[in-house]
Protein backbone atom coordinates (compact mmCIF):
# COMPACT_ATOMS: atom_id res chain seq x y z
CA UNK A 1 0.00 0.00 0.00
CA UNK A 2 3.27 2.48 0.88
CA UNK A 3 4.04 1.66 -2.62
CA UNK A 4 0.97 2.38 -4.27
CA UNK A 5 0.38 5.47 -2.54
CA UNK A 6 3.98 7.34 -3.51
CA UNK A 7 2.61 6.11 -6.94
CA UNK A 8 -0.81 8.04 -6.74
CA UNK A 9 1.28 10.70 -5.33
CA UNK A 10 3.29 10.96 -8.44
CA UNK A 11 0.29 11.29 -10.63
CA UNK A 12 -1.27 13.76 -8.43
CA UNK A 13 2.01 15.96 -8.91
CA UNK A 14 1.92 15.10 -12.41
CA UNK A 15 -1.35 16.66 -12.68
CA UNK A 16 -0.61 19.84 -10.85
CA UNK A 17 2.37 20.44 -13.33
CA UNK A 18 0.41 19.86 -16.41
CA UNK A 19 -2.48 22.16 -15.51
CA UNK A 20 0.20 25.03 -14.29
CA UNK A 21 1.97 24.24 -17.61
CA UNK A 22 -1.35 24.90 -19.99
CA UNK A 23 -2.22 27.70 -17.67
CA UNK A 24 1.28 29.23 -18.90
CA UNK A 25 0.41 28.49 -22.60
CA UNK A 26 -2.59 29.63 -22.39
CA UNK A 27 -1.95 33.00 -20.79
CA UNK A 28 0.83 33.78 -23.10
CA UNK A 29 4.20 32.43 -21.16
CA UNK A 30 4.23 29.15 -22.82
CA UNK A 31 8.02 29.95 -23.27
CA UNK A 32 8.31 29.26 -19.79
CA UNK A 33 6.40 26.50 -19.05
CA UNK A 34 9.38 23.85 -20.50
CA UNK A 35 11.04 22.91 -16.97
CA UNK A 36 7.11 22.37 -15.80
CA UNK A 37 6.27 20.06 -18.77
CA UNK A 38 9.64 18.30 -18.60
CA UNK A 39 9.65 17.58 -14.76
CA UNK A 40 5.95 16.32 -15.28
CA UNK A 41 7.03 13.68 -18.12
CA UNK A 42 10.08 12.96 -15.73
CA UNK A 43 7.54 12.11 -12.81
CA UNK A 44 4.83 9.87 -14.88
CA UNK A 45 8.13 7.85 -15.87
CA UNK A 46 8.27 6.37 -12.25
CA UNK A 47 4.72 7.15 -11.59
CA UNK A 48 2.71 4.63 -13.79
CA UNK A 49 5.29 1.64 -12.79
CA UNK A 50 3.10 1.73 -9.62
CA UNK A 51 0.39 0.52 -12.31
CA UNK A 52 0.34 -2.47 -13.95
CA UNK A 53 -1.99 -1.20 -16.73
CA UNK A 54 0.20 1.69 -17.90
CA UNK A 55 3.76 0.36 -16.24
CA UNK A 56 4.69 -0.16 -19.92
CA UNK A 57 4.50 3.66 -20.80
CA UNK A 58 7.74 4.26 -18.50
CA UNK A 59 10.19 4.45 -21.47
CA UNK A 60 7.20 6.49 -23.61
CA UNK A 61 7.27 9.18 -20.94
CA UNK A 62 10.91 9.43 -21.19
CA UNK A 63 10.67 9.75 -25.20
CA UNK A 64 8.36 12.65 -24.40
CA UNK A 65 10.92 14.08 -21.65
CA UNK A 66 13.42 13.95 -24.63
CA UNK A 67 10.79 15.59 -26.90
CA UNK A 68 9.55 18.86 -24.59
CA UNK A 69 13.51 19.38 -24.05
CA UNK A 70 14.57 19.27 -27.28
CA UNK A 71 11.19 21.36 -28.01
CA UNK A 72 12.26 24.44 -25.65
CA UNK A 73 15.76 24.12 -25.52
CA UNK A 74 16.68 22.91 -29.23
CA UNK A 75 20.60 24.50 -29.07
CA UNK A 76 21.28 22.14 -26.13
CA UNK A 77 20.66 18.68 -28.49
CA UNK A 78 21.94 20.15 -31.59
CA UNK A 79 25.75 20.83 -31.65
CA UNK A 80 28.67 20.77 -28.81
CA UNK A 81 31.51 22.91 -30.69
CA UNK A 82 32.09 21.86 -34.07
CA UNK A 83 30.72 18.66 -33.54
CA UNK A 84 26.73 18.01 -35.19
CA UNK A 85 24.62 15.51 -33.27
CA UNK A 86 23.24 14.64 -36.31
CA UNK A 87 25.81 12.57 -36.88
CA UNK A 88 25.03 10.26 -33.83
CA UNK A 89 21.97 8.86 -35.43
CA UNK A 90 23.29 6.39 -37.99
CA UNK A 91 25.23 4.50 -35.28
CA UNK A 92 22.74 4.67 -32.95
CA UNK A 93 20.74 3.13 -35.28
CA UNK A 94 23.29 0.36 -36.29
CA UNK A 95 23.66 -0.24 -32.56
CA UNK A 96 19.74 -0.67 -31.93
CA UNK A 97 19.56 -2.75 -35.01
CA UNK A 98 22.47 -4.95 -33.52
CA UNK A 99 20.18 -5.69 -30.67
CA UNK A 100 17.26 -6.64 -32.46
CA UNK A 101 19.44 -9.34 -34.37
CA UNK A 102 20.92 -10.56 -31.09
CA UNK A 103 17.30 -11.75 -30.00
CA UNK A 104 17.36 -13.40 -33.12
CA UNK A 105 18.38 -16.38 -35.31
CA UNK A 106 18.15 -18.55 -38.36
CA UNK A 107 14.81 -20.64 -36.09
CA UNK A 108 13.38 -16.85 -36.23
CA UNK A 109 12.31 -17.83 -40.14
CA UNK A 110 10.62 -21.19 -39.35
CA UNK A 111 7.45 -19.66 -38.65
CA UNK A 112 7.24 -18.81 -42.42
CA UNK A 113 7.40 -22.67 -43.10
CA UNK A 114 4.87 -23.24 -39.99
CA UNK A 115 2.11 -20.34 -40.95
CA UNK A 116 2.76 -19.26 -44.90
CA UNK A 117 -0.83 -17.72 -45.20
CA UNK A 118 -0.16 -15.84 -42.13
CA UNK A 119 3.05 -14.35 -42.96
CA UNK A 120 2.13 -13.76 -46.79
CA UNK A 121 -1.17 -11.51 -45.54
CA UNK A 122 1.24 -9.51 -42.94
CA UNK A 123 4.21 -9.61 -45.55
CA UNK A 124 1.74 -8.37 -48.24
CA UNK A 125 -0.52 -6.44 -46.22
CA UNK A 126 2.49 -4.03 -44.05
CA UNK A 127 3.80 -3.04 -47.59
CA UNK A 128 0.80 -2.00 -49.20
CA UNK A 129 -1.52 -1.07 -46.55
CA UNK A 130 1.21 1.65 -45.24
CA UNK A 131 2.16 3.22 -48.12
CA UNK A 132 -1.01 3.61 -49.85
CA UNK A 133 -2.64 4.71 -46.21
CA UNK A 134 0.04 7.17 -46.46
CA UNK A 135 -0.52 8.37 -49.63
CA UNK A 136 -4.05 8.45 -49.03
CA UNK A 137 -3.59 10.72 -46.23
CA UNK A 138 -0.90 13.67 -48.12
CA UNK A 139 -2.99 13.58 -50.97
CA UNK A 140 -5.67 14.63 -48.90
CA UNK A 141 -4.01 17.33 -46.33
CA UNK A 142 -1.41 18.46 -48.49
CA UNK A 143 1.46 18.92 -46.58
CA UNK A 144 5.25 20.54 -48.05
CA UNK A 145 6.77 17.98 -50.25
CA UNK A 146 9.08 16.98 -47.92
CA UNK A 147 6.94 16.65 -44.58
CA UNK A 148 4.38 14.58 -47.36
CA UNK A 149 7.67 12.30 -48.27
CA UNK A 150 8.58 11.95 -43.88
CA UNK A 151 4.81 10.34 -44.15
CA UNK A 152 5.51 8.05 -46.63
CA UNK A 153 8.75 6.85 -45.79
CA UNK A 154 6.88 5.51 -42.38
CA UNK A 155 4.39 3.85 -44.61
CA UNK A 156 7.29 2.07 -46.98
CA UNK A 157 10.06 1.06 -44.60
CA UNK A 158 9.47 -2.30 -42.62
CA UNK A 159 8.29 -2.86 -39.19
CA UNK A 160 10.47 -2.98 -36.02
CA UNK A 161 10.56 -5.22 -32.83
CA UNK A 162 8.12 -3.06 -30.83
CA UNK A 163 5.68 -4.74 -33.27
CA UNK A 164 6.61 -8.31 -31.51
CA UNK A 165 7.01 -6.98 -27.75
CA UNK A 166 2.86 -5.50 -28.41
CA UNK A 167 1.89 -9.51 -29.52
CA UNK A 168 3.92 -11.04 -26.39
CA UNK A 169 2.11 -8.19 -23.97
CA UNK A 170 -1.45 -9.23 -25.10
CA UNK A 171 -0.67 -13.31 -25.84
CA UNK A 172 -1.05 -12.98 -29.35
CA UNK A 173 0.32 -14.74 -31.86
CA UNK A 174 4.40 -14.40 -31.39
CA UNK A 175 5.66 -17.11 -33.97
CA UNK A 176 3.69 -15.52 -36.71
CA UNK A 177 4.59 -11.92 -35.36
CA UNK A 178 8.72 -12.85 -35.31
CA UNK A 179 8.59 -14.61 -38.48
CA UNK A 180 6.35 -11.65 -40.33
CA UNK A 181 9.23 -8.93 -38.64
CA UNK A 182 12.15 -11.15 -40.01
CA UNK A 183 10.78 -11.03 -43.89
CA UNK A 184 9.97 -7.49 -44.07
CA UNK A 185 12.85 -6.58 -42.58
CA UNK A 186 15.37 -8.76 -45.00
CA UNK A 187 13.43 -8.27 -48.25
CA UNK A 188 13.56 -4.12 -47.17
CA UNK A 189 16.64 -2.86 -49.36
CA UNK A 190 14.84 -3.76 -52.14
CA UNK A 191 11.52 -3.21 -51.64
CA UNK A 192 11.57 0.03 -49.51
CA UNK A 193 13.39 2.29 -52.17
CA UNK A 194 11.23 0.65 -54.94
CA UNK A 195 7.40 1.89 -52.85
CA UNK A 196 9.55 4.98 -51.84
CA UNK A 197 10.42 5.97 -55.85
CA UNK A 198 7.40 4.79 -56.95
CA UNK A 199 4.68 6.83 -54.09
CA UNK A 200 6.90 8.85 -52.47
CA UNK A 201 9.15 10.11 -55.95
CA UNK A 202 7.13 12.94 -56.67
CA UNK A 203 7.58 14.77 -53.29
CA UNK A 204 11.30 14.44 -53.65
CA UNK A 205 14.42 12.97 -55.41
CA UNK A 206 14.98 9.13 -54.95
CA UNK A 207 18.00 7.30 -55.50
CA UNK A 208 16.91 4.12 -55.54
CA UNK A 209 20.41 2.13 -55.71
CA UNK A 210 21.80 4.66 -52.89
CA UNK A 211 18.71 4.35 -50.43
CA UNK A 212 19.11 0.09 -50.84
CA UNK A 213 22.56 0.59 -49.46
CA UNK A 214 21.88 2.65 -46.76
CA UNK A 215 19.36 0.41 -45.58
CA UNK A 216 22.06 -2.91 -45.67
CA UNK A 217 24.26 -0.44 -44.18
CA UNK A 218 22.05 1.00 -40.91
CA UNK A 219 20.03 -2.57 -40.80
CA UNK A 220 20.76 -5.06 -42.75
CA UNK A 221 24.68 -5.33 -41.54
CA UNK A 222 24.20 -4.62 -38.21
CA UNK A 223 21.20 -7.55 -37.84
CA UNK A 224 23.91 -9.53 -39.36
CA UNK A 225 26.40 -8.68 -36.93
CA UNK A 226 23.84 -9.34 -34.36
CA UNK A 227 22.90 -12.96 -35.72
CA UNK A 228 26.58 -13.45 -35.05
CA UNK A 229 26.91 -12.77 -31.71
CA UNK A 230 24.05 -14.59 -30.80
CA UNK A 231 25.17 -17.74 -32.05
CA UNK A 232 28.25 -17.47 -31.17
CA UNK A 233 27.37 -16.02 -27.56
CA UNK A 234 24.49 -18.42 -27.02
CA UNK A 235 26.31 -21.49 -28.04
CA UNK A 236 23.86 -24.04 -28.64
CA UNK A 237 24.55 -24.46 -32.29
CA UNK A 238 26.47 -27.54 -33.79
CA UNK A 239 30.04 -26.86 -35.13
CA UNK A 240 28.43 -27.44 -38.93
CA UNK A 241 25.38 -25.68 -38.05
CA UNK A 242 27.98 -22.80 -36.68
CA UNK A 243 30.01 -22.64 -39.80
CA UNK A 244 27.16 -22.60 -41.98
CA UNK A 245 25.59 -19.67 -40.75
CA UNK A 246 28.90 -17.65 -40.75
CA UNK A 247 29.81 -18.77 -44.22
CA UNK A 248 26.43 -17.44 -45.42
CA UNK A 249 26.81 -14.12 -43.44
CA UNK A 250 30.39 -13.59 -45.38
CA UNK A 251 28.31 -14.37 -48.58
CA UNK A 252 25.82 -12.44 -47.47
CA UNK A 253 27.96 -9.02 -46.52
CA UNK A 254 30.39 -9.52 -50.04
CA UNK A 255 27.04 -9.89 -51.78
CA UNK A 256 25.44 -6.66 -50.55
CA UNK A 257 29.06 -4.16 -51.34
CA UNK A 258 28.32 -5.25 -54.92
CA UNK A 259 25.71 -2.86 -54.99
CA UNK A 260 28.00 -0.21 -53.18
CA UNK A 261 30.40 -0.94 -56.46
CA UNK A 262 27.11 0.65 -58.22
CA UNK A 263 26.60 3.45 -56.05
CA UNK A 264 29.67 4.59 -55.77
CA UNK A 265 31.29 3.67 -58.86
CA UNK A 266 34.48 1.96 -57.30
CA UNK A 267 36.01 -0.56 -59.05
CA UNK A 268 37.55 -3.83 -57.81
CA UNK A 269 40.28 -2.09 -55.30
CA UNK A 270 37.26 -0.11 -54.40
CA UNK A 271 35.21 -3.13 -53.77
CA UNK A 272 37.45 -5.06 -51.67
CA UNK A 273 38.32 -2.30 -49.49
CA UNK A 274 34.84 -1.52 -48.47
CA UNK A 275 34.19 -5.13 -47.97
CA UNK A 276 37.49 -5.69 -45.72
CA UNK A 277 36.28 -2.48 -43.78
CA UNK A 278 32.78 -4.49 -43.39
CA UNK A 279 33.63 -7.52 -42.33
CA UNK A 280 35.71 -6.15 -39.68
CA UNK A 281 32.94 -4.25 -38.41
CA UNK A 282 30.15 -6.43 -39.09
CA UNK A 283 31.74 -10.07 -39.09
CA UNK A 284 34.75 -10.05 -36.88
CA UNK A 285 33.73 -7.34 -33.94
CA UNK A 286 30.69 -8.81 -32.96
CA UNK A 287 32.67 -12.27 -32.91
CA UNK A 288 35.27 -11.34 -30.76
CA UNK A 289 32.57 -9.49 -28.74
CA UNK A 290 30.90 -12.82 -28.30
CA UNK A 291 33.88 -14.04 -27.03
CA UNK A 292 34.97 -11.99 -24.59
CA UNK A 293 31.01 -11.65 -23.14
CA UNK A 294 30.81 -15.45 -22.82
CA UNK A 295 34.43 -15.70 -21.24
CA UNK A 296 33.75 -12.94 -18.82
CA UNK A 297 30.14 -12.81 -18.13
CA UNK A 298 29.90 -16.25 -18.40
CA UNK A 299 27.49 -16.68 -21.73
CA UNK A 300 24.65 -14.46 -18.94
CA UNK A 301 22.19 -13.91 -21.52
CA UNK A 302 19.56 -12.03 -18.83
CA UNK A 303 22.54 -9.19 -18.74
CA UNK A 304 23.10 -9.28 -22.46
CA UNK A 305 19.24 -8.54 -22.62
CA UNK A 306 19.06 -5.66 -20.28
CA UNK A 307 22.39 -4.02 -21.65
CA UNK A 308 21.30 -3.97 -25.20
CA UNK A 309 18.02 -3.11 -24.01
CA UNK A 310 19.24 -0.13 -22.21
CA UNK A 311 21.16 0.65 -25.22
CA UNK A 312 18.41 0.68 -27.73
CA UNK A 313 16.14 2.56 -25.73
CA UNK A 314 19.17 5.35 -24.66
CA UNK A 315 19.95 5.27 -28.84
CA UNK A 316 15.96 5.71 -29.34
CA UNK A 317 15.96 8.69 -27.02
CA UNK A 318 18.79 10.52 -28.40
CA UNK A 319 17.38 9.58 -32.10
CA UNK A 320 14.25 11.36 -31.54
CA UNK A 321 15.01 14.64 -29.51
CA UNK A 322 18.28 15.16 -32.26
CA UNK A 323 15.11 15.21 -34.76
CA UNK A 324 13.39 17.05 -32.96
CA UNK A 325 15.57 20.30 -32.19
CA UNK A 326 16.88 19.98 -35.54
CA UNK A 327 12.88 20.53 -36.96
CA UNK A 328 11.79 22.67 -33.91
CA UNK A 329 10.76 25.02 -36.37
CA UNK A 330 8.89 22.90 -38.91
CA UNK A 331 7.24 21.22 -36.02
CA UNK A 332 5.88 24.33 -34.95
CA UNK A 333 4.29 25.51 -38.15
CA UNK A 334 2.38 21.74 -38.96
CA UNK A 335 3.03 20.08 -35.62
CA UNK A 336 -0.23 19.54 -34.54
CA UNK A 337 -1.65 18.77 -37.84
CA UNK A 338 1.36 15.93 -38.47
CA UNK A 339 0.53 14.98 -34.72
CA UNK A 340 -3.14 14.40 -35.99
CA UNK A 341 -2.08 12.55 -39.28
CA UNK A 342 0.47 10.46 -38.30
CA UNK A 343 -1.95 9.10 -35.20
CA UNK A 344 -4.57 8.45 -38.05
CA UNK A 345 -2.05 6.74 -40.11
CA UNK A 346 -1.37 4.63 -36.80
CA UNK A 347 -4.89 3.83 -36.15
CA UNK A 348 -5.85 3.14 -39.85
CA UNK A 349 -2.95 0.22 -39.73
CA UNK A 350 -3.66 -1.29 -36.72
CA UNK A 351 -7.74 -1.91 -38.40
CA UNK A 352 -6.85 -2.85 -41.67
CA UNK A 353 -3.91 -4.43 -40.91
CA UNK A 354 -6.41 -6.72 -38.27
CA UNK A 355 -9.66 -6.98 -40.65
CA UNK A 356 -7.15 -8.42 -43.25
CA UNK A 357 -6.17 -11.05 -41.38
CA UNK A 358 -10.32 -11.45 -40.77
CA UNK A 359 -11.08 -11.29 -44.51
CA UNK A 360 -8.13 -13.92 -45.16
CA UNK A 361 -10.22 -16.34 -42.36
CA UNK A 362 -7.18 -16.40 -39.56
CA UNK A 363 -7.22 -17.14 -36.19
CA UNK A 364 -8.55 -14.35 -33.65
CA UNK A 365 -4.92 -14.66 -32.17
CA UNK A 366 -3.17 -13.99 -36.06
CA UNK A 367 -5.49 -11.26 -36.65
CA UNK A 368 -4.45 -9.32 -33.28
CA UNK A 369 -0.71 -10.08 -34.18
CA UNK A 370 -1.77 -8.73 -38.21
CA UNK A 371 -2.81 -5.30 -36.54
CA UNK A 372 0.47 -4.56 -34.76
CA UNK A 373 2.72 -6.21 -37.90
CA UNK A 374 1.29 -4.09 -40.63
CA UNK A 375 1.39 -0.57 -38.14
CA UNK A 376 3.70 -0.59 -36.39
CA UNK A 377 6.64 0.79 -38.65
CA UNK A 378 10.26 0.65 -37.67
CA UNK A 379 10.49 5.05 -37.21
CA UNK A 380 14.40 4.58 -36.33
CA UNK A 381 15.13 3.51 -39.75
CA UNK A 382 12.76 5.93 -41.48
CA UNK A 383 14.60 8.57 -39.26
CA UNK A 384 18.42 7.40 -40.69
CA UNK A 385 16.91 7.33 -44.45
CA UNK A 386 15.83 10.86 -43.76
CA UNK A 387 19.31 11.88 -42.37
CA UNK A 388 20.74 10.14 -45.75
CA UNK A 389 18.53 12.21 -47.81
CA UNK A 390 19.89 15.29 -46.51
CA UNK A 391 16.66 16.36 -45.11
CA UNK A 392 15.93 15.24 -41.27
CA UNK A 393 14.25 18.33 -40.12
CA UNK A 394 11.49 18.09 -42.01
CA UNK A 395 11.60 14.44 -43.86
CA UNK A 396 12.46 13.43 -40.35
CA UNK A 397 9.46 14.58 -38.89
CA UNK A 398 6.73 12.44 -39.14
CA UNK A 399 9.43 9.51 -38.31
CA UNK A 400 10.37 11.11 -35.05
CA UNK A 401 6.58 11.52 -34.11
CA UNK A 402 5.54 8.02 -35.24
CA UNK A 403 8.00 5.96 -32.95
CA UNK A 404 6.50 7.16 -29.37
CA UNK A 405 2.85 7.68 -30.74
CA UNK A 406 3.22 3.90 -32.01
CA UNK A 407 4.08 2.60 -28.78
CA UNK A 408 1.39 4.88 -26.99
CA UNK A 409 -1.50 3.37 -28.99
CA UNK A 410 0.17 -0.24 -29.22
CA UNK A 411 0.59 -0.57 -25.70
CA UNK A 412 -2.67 0.40 -24.95
CA UNK A 413 -4.69 -1.54 -27.98
CA UNK A 414 -2.56 -4.69 -25.97
CA UNK A 415 -3.61 -4.09 -22.65
CA UNK A 416 -6.99 -4.02 -24.03
CA UNK A 417 -6.89 -6.65 -26.28
CA UNK A 418 -4.72 -8.93 -23.37
CA UNK A 419 -7.97 -8.65 -20.93
CA UNK A 420 -10.30 -10.06 -23.45
CA UNK A 421 -9.35 -13.76 -24.61
CA UNK A 422 -9.73 -14.63 -28.29
CA UNK A 423 -13.01 -15.99 -29.51
CA UNK A 424 -11.11 -19.26 -30.17
CA UNK A 425 -9.93 -19.92 -26.74
CA UNK A 426 -13.37 -18.30 -25.27
CA UNK A 427 -15.14 -21.28 -27.97
CA UNK A 428 -12.26 -23.71 -26.57
CA UNK A 429 -13.01 -23.45 -23.23
CA UNK A 430 -16.81 -23.51 -23.94
CA UNK A 431 -16.25 -26.82 -24.97
CA UNK A 432 -14.17 -28.25 -22.58
CA UNK A 433 -16.41 -27.08 -19.56
CA UNK A 434 -19.61 -28.58 -22.23
CA UNK A 435 -17.14 -31.91 -22.19
CA UNK A 436 -16.30 -31.98 -18.26
CA UNK A 437 -20.22 -31.31 -17.21
CA UNK A 438 -22.37 -34.70 -15.64
CA UNK A 439 -24.92 -35.74 -17.81
Request: net charge positive; glycine share 10%.
Amino acid sequence: MKNFNRYQVGIGIAILLLIISLTMILTGNGSKAGPFLIAMFIILSFAVKGFQSVKGLSFTMWMFTAVAAAMFYPQLFLSYGSFKTTALIVPLLQIIMFGMGSQMSFDDFAGVIKQPKGVLVGFIGHYTIMPLTALLIVSVFKFPPEIAAGIILIGCVPNGLASNVMSLLCNANLVLAVAVSAVTTIVAPFVTPFLMKIIGGQYVEINIWGMMMDIIKMMIFPIIAGFIFNLINAGKNTARSKNIQLVSYIVVILLANIIYMQVNQVGISGYLLESAKSLGLFFVLPYVAALLFRHYLKGDLQLQKKILSLMSMVGIAVIVTVITAAGRESLLAVGALLLLVVTLQNLLGYFLGYNAGRIFGLPEKSCRTLAFEVSMSNGGLASGLALTMGNIATIGLAPAIYGPLMNVTGSTLASWWRTRPPKEEIEKAAKENQSQAPD
